[in-house]
């Protein structure tokens, strides 16, 4: 991770899109552009001008496992996911 901690991130450095029954966040401080998650799951996320992960305009539905493991790889854990209850299941 860069310099940035989590405590450092406010809410408008957060983008969060609900996916497959899952809420999606992106922390942009934290994100490196490493595209991994681009790679995984094309129809989610895209990479932005800023060399920063976004969600692209129509987000779809996927399967929700590889969804998970397109968020997993994320070598910093910039990409958090929360289950319908709230839970956060990755990182």
């Known amino acids: 991770m ?3 901690t ?25 994100c490196i552009g490493s595209e991994n998650c681009v790679s995984l799951a094309p129809e989610v996320f895209v990479l932005g001008d800023d060399q920063v992960v976004t969600f692209v305009d129509d987000v779809q539905d996927i399967d929700r496992e590889r969804l998970l493991e ?16 709230g839970e956060q299941i990755v990182p």
């Open 2 to 4: 860069s310099d940035i």
């Open 70 to 85: 397109a968020c997993r790889i994320c070598p910093v854990d910039a990409l958090v996911v929360t289950g319908p209850d």
């Open 6 to 30: 989590r405590k450092d991130i406010t809410r408008k450095d957060i983008e969060a899109r609900g996916v497959s029954g899952l809420t999606v966040r992106v922390e942009r401080p934290v």
